[in-house]
């Protein structure tokens, strides 16, 4: 049996051949990717870990949609699981895919409540960005709670892709990329409710 050695630089055990062809290193750090590796193993062995605040979102995701009708589902919420839902759902379709995407899926239906739950997290400047992103693609109107009505009365890009870019897309970006900055650090501040609440309470 081959005795092996270890990697001068991370102490892994490797054959002695192969130590001898990379100057004592094991390939990971001779190819220079081994902290992209040991990264990746951190964020899987993470993701595998049990998390309450995952748990609680994963459970309110299963009841909204645990019916044909989204709304049902949204509605048998209690008051506080709908403002964390929205916020929620709001945080992750703008850093998917913007606002416009946000206010197109069936996502969109829930404006009221995304205003209403940003209010109360004291979230100002995603509340001014929402309201922002709102007046550009409605004007005075507020998004209706129909799916199909809000696609009509919304602003959509051109179907032609050699199309100008229209000026409230560009504005929209704009929003989005402020929206990504996160001043009001949005997650912690649902954590903070979720908290306060007694959300969380019941998945520790």
């Known amino acids: 049996m081959i005795e092996k050695v270890p990697c001068k630089e991370c102490n892994a055990m490797i054959l002695p051949a192969t130590a001898e062809r990379t100057g004592g290193m094991c390939m990971p750090c001779k190819q220079g990717n081994r902290d992209n590796i040991e990264s990746s193993k951190e964020y899987y062995k993470k993701q595998k870990e049990y998390d309450p605040f995952r748990e609680l979102w994963t459970s309110l995701v299963t009841r909204v949609h645990s019916t044909n009708d989204e709304g049902e589902g949204f509605r048998n919420l209690n008051e506080d699981e709908k403002i964390y839902f929205a916020v929620g759902i709001l945080d992750g379709e703008v850093y998917n895919g913007g606002m416009h995407q946000f206010f197109s899926n069936s996502s969109g239906a829930l404006f009221q409540e995304v205003v209403r739950g940003l209010e109360l997290l004291n979230a100002n400047n ?51 990329k402020q929206y990504w900055e996160d001043p009001d650090n949005i997650n912690e501040l649902l954590a903070n409710f979720a908290e306060s609440r007694g959300l969380v309470e019941p998945f520790k």
């Not at 995603?126 to 709102?134: D, G, I, N």
């Not at 199909?148 to 929003?175: G, H, V």
């Open 126 to 176: 995603a509340l001014w960005l929402v309201r922002k992103a709102s007046k550009i693609l409605f004007g005075d109107i507020n998004p209706p709670k129909d799916r199909f009505q809000r696609w009509e009365a919304m602003k959509q890009y051109p179907e032609d892709n050699n199309a100008p870019t229209p000026e409230w897309s560009i504005e929209l970006e704009k929003i989005d």
